[in-house]
T-cell receptor
Framework: QQQVKQSPQSLIVQKGGISIINCAYENTAFDYFPWYQQFPGKGPALLIAIRPDVSEKKEGRFTISFNKSAKQFSLHIMDSQPGDSATYFCAAKAQGGKLIFGQGTELSVKP | GAVVSQHPSRVICKSGTSVKIECRSLDFQATTMFWYRQFPKKSLMLMATSNEGSKATYEQGVEKDKFLINHASLTLSTLTVTSAHPEDSSFYIC????????????FGPGTRLTVL
């Protein structure tokens, strides 16, 4: 119930391509779904977030698509760049404000 | 965005000693702070939630006597790893949330702990 399942575990994309990472959850009480980017040895940084009453949110090259009925959400990175190479985590906010993180996706963008 | 700092960024200690890690919110008042642990190539695992002025709430399986958390002010929380052992070696990350009702948590840069 408290899990967030993320896939794929790793992803290789050519420069200029679209990177797509998917997450699924079970608990319908989750009310906030952020995506984080983490570089090695650094803390995670918020990329973009969405609330369950919105189906899509776009900020620059990053878009979240949210399917409330399917309990799934995804991150799309358009025009992927080598600088986007990092580990990406989806998360869901549970009761008390704590975040439940997905397993992470290691993205590599090849030049 | 809001800034959260951690100190030290990395620490090496001998087995059996205690280590204190500080987490500070630099430009906002953090009513709630969270402590996470992250193993190499793994996700963040929540250890505990602390609210200013009250005892921390630990996640299942986290030893509260091993990982002491203090949130004495609205800008500072500390995690003390007591009697550290090599298996406590990990990347510890804190995050902070203000009391305005916003959902967002702001993460610190992390502390790499190595216990010899």
């Amino acid at each position: 119930q408290q899990q967030v399942k993320q896939s794929p575990q790793s992803l290789i994309v050519q420069k200029g391509g679209i990177s797509i990472i998917n997450c699924a959850y079970e608990n319908t009480a989750f009310d906030y779904f952020p995506w984080y980017q983490q570089f090695p040895g650094k803390g995670p940084a918020l990329l973009i977030a969405i609330r369950p009453d919105v189906s899509e949110k776009k900020e620059g090259r990053f878009t979240i698509s949210f399917n409330k009925s399917a309990k799934q959400f995804s991150l799309h990175i358009m025009d992927s760049q080598p600088g986007d190479s990092a580990t990406y985590f989806c998360a869901a906010k549970a009761q008390g404000g704590k975040l439940i993180f997905g397993q992470g996706t290691e993205l590599s963008v090849k030049p | 965005g809001a800034v959260v700092s951690q100190h030290p960024s990395r620490v090496i200690c001998k087995s059996g000693t205690s280590v204190k890690i500080e987490c500070r919110s630099l430009d906002f008042q953090a009513t709630t702070m969270f402590w996470y642990r992250q193993f190499p190539k793994k996700s963040l695992m929540l250890m505990a939630t602390s609210n200013e002025g009250s005892k921390a709430t630990y996640e299942q399986g986290v030893e509260k006597d091993k990982f002491l958390i203090n949130h004495a002010s609205l800008t500072l929380s500390t995690l003390t790893v007591t009697s550290a052992h090599p298996e406590d070696s990990s990347f510890y990350i804190c995050s902070a949330r203000d009391g305005t009702g916003h959902h967002e948590q702001f993460f610190g840069p992390g502390t790499r702990l190595t216990v010899l």
